[in-house]
């Protein structure tokens, strides 16, 4: 099984903040990789596919980037709604696999 | 408007089945792969299993953890995707989502609400 490596688990982070999150994957998988959000009691809503493709919908200050075993997500100025818990997952081969999550908190 | 909502969750004593349903709407359903993922209580997203479309002969997958456990099915005539979970383990406590997943690698666009398994004595 494919396993992914997020961090940091846990970030804490100001409004205005530029933040990223580095998702590492235990093999090659391409750009097979997409990023949801989740906020509390909801459920998660994809943000990123294609490692780098925006969903439509989702702020333009919300990025993707990287191919093969690194990735990251990057925030390039955090707002309010963007305190959540984000997960990468990958879509190259069976199981599919989620990274354990990092949880974005108000500094 | 795309909506999934499901339904059937519950209290189930180990060893005991429950069916999970998953109304959908707002879509041609028989033409989309529909995603199981679970969540466990306070931990992380854990995916369960994936029904392909008609033009892949609704073909399945599950992740090992429930495979020989859990079954996929889906009523195209009722838009209904299912998850019948057989020999439950305390471990399969979580909430259940159905997503819709979009094939080539787009991931899931929309999600049902959530429904709660609860496996306990």
């Known amino acids: 099984d494919i396993q992914l490596t997020q961090s940091p688990s846990f970030l804490s982070a100001s409004v205005g903040d530029r933040v990223t999150i580095t998702c590492r994957a235990s093999?090659?998988?391409?750009?097979?990789l997409v990023w949801y959000q989740q906020k509390p009691g909801k459920a998660p809503k994809l943000l990123i596919y294609g490692a780098s493709t925006l969903q439509s919908g989702v702020p333009s200050r919300v990025s993707g980037s990287g191919s093969g075993t690194e990735f990251t997500l990057t925030i390039s100025s955090l707002q309010p709604e963007d305190f959540a818990t984000y997960y990468c997952?990958?879509?190259?081969?069976?199981?599919?696999?989620f990274g354990g999550g990092t949880k974005v908190e108000i500094k | 408007e795309v909506q999934l909502v499901e339904s059937g969750g519950g209290l189930v004593q180990p060893g005991g089945s429950l069916r999970l349903s998953c109304a959908a709407s707002?879509?041609?359903?028989?033409?989309?792969?529909m995603d199981w993922v679970r969540q466990a209580p306070g931990k992380g997203l854990e995916w369960v299993g994936r029904t392909r479309n008609k033009a892949n002969s609704y073909t399945t997958e599950y992740a090992a953890s429930v495979k020989g456990r859990f079954t996929i099915s889906r009523d195209n005539s009722k838009n209904s995707l299912y998850l019948q979970m057989d020999s439950l383990k305390s471990e399969d406590t979580a909430i259940y989502y159905c997503?819709?997943?979009?094939?080539?690698?787009?991931?899931?666009?929309?999600w049902g609400q959530g429904t709660l398994v609860t496996v306990s004595s």
């Open positions: 997503a819709r997943y979009i094939s080539g690698h787009q991931g899931c666009d929309y």
């Open positions: 707002g879509f041609t359903f028989s033409d989309h792969y």
């Open positions: 093999q090659g998988i391409s750009s097979y």
């Open positions: 997952q990958q879509l190259n081969s069976f199981p599919l696999t």
